[in-house]
């Protein structure tokens, strides 16, 4: 089976900041009404050990979050005694195994909160509906509604693929700028999955500024021959999400893209609305 989708013949009947973004170096500020300032510098912490690939130093931490080094100190000695960091022999700080199940649960929890959105999407457009982050270097896929139709695309919940040759990556990557874009692919290399994948930087990228232009992506039989996909990011989410369709080429044609690219973006405001609820709701 191909990286993406598998083509399946049916016989009756998977939270946010882009971290290829510069943070801010400010260090956070007064805590907002109600909160808890050193929960909030904690969590920037966390978010920013994650942004530095998962290890650093306490200088770096100091350089990039502007908090004097006694404070950064005080803080991740409280996340290693609960285990959300551990500190190397090196003396550097990392990521600790605590935050694997937390992320283990919000990954299930979101692609739950998808699912009635991207049910919807099989309801008006006819084909399976998936949603993916940007997780590193790779485009997992979080949550999937299949069509109803006899010959349909289906990908498992919690597969990871090379976001150069799939609608949703391109999607994902859209919203990066081009030198992080080149710097991800010089890691991941781009492998050509059909004879129409996008092989080069160049061309890659040329294919993003389209998908900015248009204000959504498409996988044209280059994960799949005979599958087409269309893709579009979801606006203002918590980590970097895209919601796509996908269904064969002779379905998913030129004239049903003109009718489907509208309710995909409407799926995905939605679903970016019921992601800020969810969190923006707790407190109160």
Request: glycine share 10%; aromatic share 4%; charged share 20%.
């Amino acid at each position: 089976m191909k990286a993406g989708f598998r083509t399946v013949k049916l016989r009756s009947h998977p939270i946010g900041r882009n971290p290829h973004v510069p943070r801010s170096t400010a260090a956070p500020g007064p805590a907002a009404a109600g909160g808890v300032q050193s929960l909030e510098r904690a969590f920037d912490l966390l978010e920013r050990m994650a942004d530095a690939g998962g290890e650093v130093g306490l200088s770096e931490l100091a350089g990039s979050s502007g908090l004097p080094l006694p404070t950064i100190h005080r803080l991740m000695r409280t996340l290693v005694a609960t285990g959300y960091v551990r500190q190397q022999p090196n003396r550097r700080y990392a990521l600790g195994p605590r935050l694997i199940r937390l992320g283990e649960s919000a990954s299930r929890l979101l692609g739950t909160w998808a699912r009635p959105h991207l049910a919807r999407l099989v309801d008006e457009t006819g084909e399976t509906a998936n949603m993916a982050l940007l997780d590193g270097d790779e485009a997992v896929y979080v949550a999937q509604v299949p069509s109803r139709h006899s010959m349909r695309m289906f990908t498992e919940v919690g597969r990871r693929v090379l976001p150069h040759s799939t609608g949703v990556g391109k999607a994902l990557l859209a919203q990066l700028p081009d030198d992080a874009v080149r710097a991800l692919l010089a890691r991941t290399g781009m492998p050509a999955a059909t004879e129409r994948t996008l092989t080069s930087p160049d061309a890659f990228l040329r294919a993003l500024a389209a998908v900015r232009a248009d204000g959504y992506a498409v996988d044209d039989n280059e994960q799949e021959m005979g599958v087409r996909c269309l893709a579009v990011a979801v606006p203002d989410a918590p980590t970097a999400a895209a919601v796509s369709i996908s269904g064969p080429a002779g379905r998913l044609t030129e004239a049903a893209t003109e009718r489907m690219v509208p309710v995909l973006r409407e799926a995905a405001r939605q679903l970016s609305a019921a992601l800020t609820d969810t969190t923006d709701g707790a407190a109160g």
